[in-house]
């Protein structure tokens, strides 16, 4: 089951920032919170991740509450392109660091919808 | 970044009959690949672990003997729903982790999306 919990909505006005929540109550010391969308009919997209520290790529920004039980993703300018599905999930880092296998489970994340 | 890159993008089958859909990895090597099925207004879940060399691990309620998976180089995996029913009709997601890179990112295919009548 997913261990985060996220709103099923959004809008979002073209240029706008869009702030998007989630909750990961149950996350464990080991576990990193990933941020991936969909749009319609495509693989998922990897947008950034983060263990604790804030995080920022040219795609977004990743803030972590300090107690780590929740996060916010933000793109900073939103454009009509970034409507989508936004998945927020928690998970070890596999592979490389052994353990898990690296795979991810998906909840039914946030449809953002960006509207002109 | 990484490239992962599925084929058939879409493919119509009929009823009974089996359907192969291969996912490589363009520019890197991946000993691990992840098949998703996501049906329609629903998230992805996960059916199976394809690991290089030996066998896939599936997800509880998948049957390994409908959905035979083959990870016989580190760049290709490939999944073949034998018997396919019209239930089986989804949108098919892999996905493979390039841990030469940043083990964090786990790259998808563009998914191929299966309808059987």
Redesign the interface.
């Known amino acids: 089951d ?1 261990k985060t919990t996220q709103p099923t909505s959004m809008d979002c006005a073209e240029g706008r920032a869009a702030n998007l929540p989630c909750n990961h109550s149950t996350i464990s010391g080991n576990e ?1 919170v ?1 941020w ?1 969308r ?1 749009i319609h ?6 947008i950034i ?1 983060g263990l604790k520290n804030n995080e920022t790529n040219e795609m977004a920004s990743l803030i972590i509450t300090e107690d780590r039980k929740s996060s916010t993703l933000i793109l900073p300018h939103a454009t009509l392109r970034d409507t989508a599905v936004y ?1 927020c999930i928690v998970s070890p ?5 052994g353990g898990s ?9 946030t449809k953002l919808s960006v509207k002109p | 970044g990484a490239v992962v890159s599925q084929h058939p993008s879409w493919v119509i089958c009929k009823s009974g009959t089996s359907v192969k859909i291969e996912c490589r990895s363009l520019d890197f090597q991946a000993t691990t690949m992840f098949w998703y099925r996501q049906f329609p207004k629903q998230s992805l879940m996960l059916m199976a672990t394809s690991n290089e060399g030996s066998k896939a691990t599936y997800e509880q309620g998948v049957e390994k003997d409908k959905f035979l998976i083959n990870h016989a180089s580190l760049t290709l995996s490939t999944l073949t729903v034998t018997s396919a029913h019209p239930e089986d009709s989804s949108f098919y997601i892999c996905s493979a982790r390039d841990i030469g890179l940043n083990p964090g990112e786990l790259f998808f295919g563009e998914g191929s999306r299966l309808t059987v009548l």
Not at chain 1, 41 to 46: A, D, M, R
Not at chain 1, 93 to 97: K, L, V
Not at chain 1, 101 to 109: R, T, V, W
């Open positions: 997913a990193y990933y991936y969909q009919s495509q693989g998922p997209q990897y991740h998945y880092a596999g592979g490389f660091y296998q690296g795979n991810l489970i998906f909840g039914k994340g």
